[in-house]
Nanobody, 120 residues
Framework: QLQAFGGGLVQAGGSLRLSCAASGRTVNSYAMGWFRQAPGKEREFVGVINPRGGGTSYADSVKGRFTISRDNAKNTVYLQMSSLKPEDTAVYYC???????????????WGQGTQVTVSS
């Protein structure tokens, strides 16, 4: 089971760090992705990190502002978000996959989301 938390209300230009904690299974062997879904929009890929944390990739919309990291000892993945914009407002989800990919349907496990709201 995955659980994302750490969301909240922040002003534009601010920062937040989301966490994704796994329970009941280890995610150390999985690539871990972050996705988001804004009201009225489709879910979109945010970023993904390799199982060993050696590589990441990001959507163009967040590149340079968001950073994914992981602590396999804690079975936890993080999404550090900086220079937040109102268009970053969404529910953020973490997910696990055996195949590093940007495609949501290829993720095997999904956590409950956490709301991030960025005010202008």
């Amino acid at each position: 089971q995955l659980q994302a938390f750490g969301g909240g209300l922040v002003q534009a230009g601010g920062s937040l760090r989301l966490s994704c904690a796994a329970s009941g299974r280890t995610v150390n062997s999985y690539a871990m992705g972050w996705f988001r879904q804004a009201p009225g929009k489709e879910r979109e890929f945010v970023g993904v990190i390799n199982p060993r944390g050696g590589g990441t990739s990001y959507a163009d919309s967040v590149k340079g502002r968001f950073t994914i990291s992981r602590d396999n000892a804690k079975n936890t993945v993080y999404l550090q978000m900086s220079s937040l914009k109102p268009e970053d407002t969404a529910v953020y989800y973490c997910a696990a996959t055996n195949i590093r990919t940007t495609a949501g349907p290829l993720y095997d496990y999904w956590g409950q989301g956490t709301q991030v709201t960025v005010s202008s």
